[in-house]
């Protein structure tokens, strides 16, 4: 199972810190609309009698997926303030930063200068002389070459320090870092659902997880139930689990630890050998006083001592970026603003984490405890990509709030008498694929006046965030992952190149985008930003320009 590779309701997506969730199973249930109409609030409010009143009156199968998609949103932002917290996201988060500039460094060259390439790179790269014999496709130049020598480092650096090196035995043998992150944000997600729908509502969750699941989510807390005894309250619990995601992950000392689960079984074991025991701490001080020994054992620093050079490593690498940038823009003579708005992203993220973090870790107790899910909709929002394959009806009402990201067009007398009220004024019903909220639909409450909040934190900038790495992330993806990656991105990654004229290649051969709109835009696959380019007959004719002069390409090595 790849990093954060997530279940048919939400995922976590490493390449832009954003949230997906998954509409399709609502809309598959048989009261599919009144269950999306609870399920959409539960992205931006906190869950209320109605969603209690429908859960009640559910059928065991239809309550299980009831309870699913009112929580996803709660599981996976419990996965995005993690990582906000700790050094492991801070990792992730420059890792993916620098494979997103040097992609955009690129990216003339993949949407324009090559008459044909293969996803993902990798494949490409291992046998470039199959595709050259098999498809007429030209091995990759040096900017690709540039390109592949850092996405290949980061996947495998990416890779190691959520594998780690530690063995264990079964079964938690299969036990990694996206298996800490899980094991914290279910326990979020139980508390949530045991506080609005009842302990008879939170088992019937737990019996919808397979075996394999099973381990999956609740792996790392076998571990440290094996490890320590199941007798730890689920503040310490947490706790436990979340500093482990707190290493000097970019340490160069071989002999310091630098995964979390190696961290985890390290620091369970030295709990262990020092008897550690719930009774003997009186309070939660002492457990981070505990905590601190270990690293400061381990590390020569403390717990906030790792924080603070996880921060400070972010700052040393945007300014990398940006002496990158300069030297990419001196030497080709042309702006990279896609790269910029990149690193302008992750200057974002670099503030908020510091800020974030500095106020959970001086007194990490409410954090770990449930003031935390009482405060989770007033914390930092993550990007949300809310996505349906079938397709959604897009109303003005949607639209004022969810910037609709990906649609399809559909114009049927048929479809326009049954729903009169969705029909554009060309007869059309758009359907939406993959939304975003607009900004202004973020901001929530204060945090409880219980939570000690020393520094103020910088709000996220939503547009740039999915500016940079809507576009970025997407192509980035798909390189990466090639059709591996979320469907609704390799389509539009090739509806997007064949539009230039552009051919992509896999190991099955070639995929054939989506029909491409030439006097209309009556296409199945039509971005909002697409469409309303090929509105324009100049547009128009410069695309159709650019694909009749496919010989005339160059590479830019």
């Known amino acids: ?28 249930s048989e009261r599919a609309q009144e269950m999306l109409e609870l399920t959409w609030p539960t992205y931006h ?12 009156n559910c059928q065991p199968q239809e309550e299980l997926l009831a309870i699913q998609a009112f929580t996803v949103f709660s599981h996976e932002t419990k996965h995005f303030h993690d990582l906000l917290v700790t050094a492991y996201g801070s990792l992730l988060m420059r890792q ?12 003339s060259e993949l949407l324009i200068h090559r008459e044909s390439i293969v996803i ?7 046998a470039p002389e199959v595709f050259e014999s098999g498809f007429s496709v030209r091995p990759p130049g040096n900017n690709l070459k540039f390109l592949y020598e850092t996405l290949g480092p980061m996947r495998d650096k990416v890779r190691g320090v959520d594998q780690g090196l530690i063995p264990l035995d079964p079964p938690f043998d299969d036990i990694r870092a996206s298996s800490i992150l899980e094991s914290l944000a279910i326990l979020t997600q139980e508390e949530l659902i045991a506080r609005e729908f009842g302990e008879d509502s939170m088992k019937v969750f737990r019996s919808g997880f397979s075996e394999e699941a099973q381990l999956e989510y609740y792996g790392a807390l076998g571990l440290v139930n094996a490890v320590l005894g199941s007798r730890y309250p ?11 995601l707190c290493g000097n992950f970019q340490d160069p000392n071989p002999d310091h630890l630098r995964a979390p689960k190696d961290i985890l079984i390290d620091l369970l074991i030295w709990l262990r050998d020092r008897k550690f025991q719930p009774n003997s701490i009186s309070g939660f001080e002492d457990l981070i006083g505990t905590i601190d020994e270990y690293f400061e054992e381990k590390y020569d620093t403390d717990l906030q001592g790792n924080i603070i050079q996880a921060s400070k490593t972010n700052d040393k690498v945007e300014t990398a970026l940006l002496e990158e940038l300069d030297i990419f823009e001196r030497e080709t003579g042309k702006a990279c603003h896609s790269g910029r708005r990149v690193v302008e992203a992750f200057s974002n993220f670099k503030h908020v984490q510091a800020a974030f973090a500095a106020n959970v870790m001086i007194n990490p107790h409410w954090y770990c405890s449930s003031l935390y899910l009482e405060n989770q909709m007033s914390l930092p929002t993550p990007i949300i990509f809310v996505e349906s394959e079938g397709g959604l009806p897009i109303s003005e009402e949607l639209e004022s709030i969810y910037y ?54 910088a709000p996220i900038d939503f547009e740039l965030w999915q500016k940079s790495y809507d576009e970025i992330g997407s192509i980035l993806r798909v390189l990466l992952d090639g059709e591996n990656a979320p469907a609704k991105q390799v389509e539009m990654f090739i509806f997007a190149l064949g539009t230039l004229g552009t051919r992509v290649f896999s190991s099955r051969g070639e995929l054939t985008p989506a029909e491409l709109p030439v006097d209309s835009v009556d296409s199945p ?20 320009a650019l694909r009749s002069h496919k010989d005339q390409r160059f590479e830019t090595d």
């Open 1 to 28: 199972m790849e990093l954060f590779e997530g279940s048919s309701a939400g995922r976590f997506d490493p390449s832009h810190f954003g949230l997906w969730i998954s509409l399709d199973r609502v809309l598959d």
């Open 234 to 244: 689920l503040e310490v619990v947490r706790f436990i689990l979340l500093v482990s």
């Open 525 to 544: 696959v039509v971005d909002p930003v697409v469409r309303k380019y090929y509105e324009d007959p100049m547009f128009r004719d410069g695309i159709e």
């Open 120 to 126: 993902p790179l990798s494949d490409w790269f291992s």
């Open 404 to 457: 609709v990201q990906s649609e399809s067009r559909i114009h049927s007398d048929t479809t326009a008498s049954q729903f009169p009220n969705l029909v554009d004024n060309e007869g059309v019903i758009r359907l939406g694929h993959v939304f975003s909220p607009r900004q202004q639909f973020t901001k929530h409450s204060d945090i409880d006046e219980a939570i000690p909040w020393w520094y103020e934190v």
């Open 96 to 107: 993916y930063a620098r494979a997103a500039v040097h992609c955009a460094m690129c990216q």
């Open 45 to 56: 409010f906190p869950l209320n009698k109605k969603h209690r009143e429908f859960v009640q």
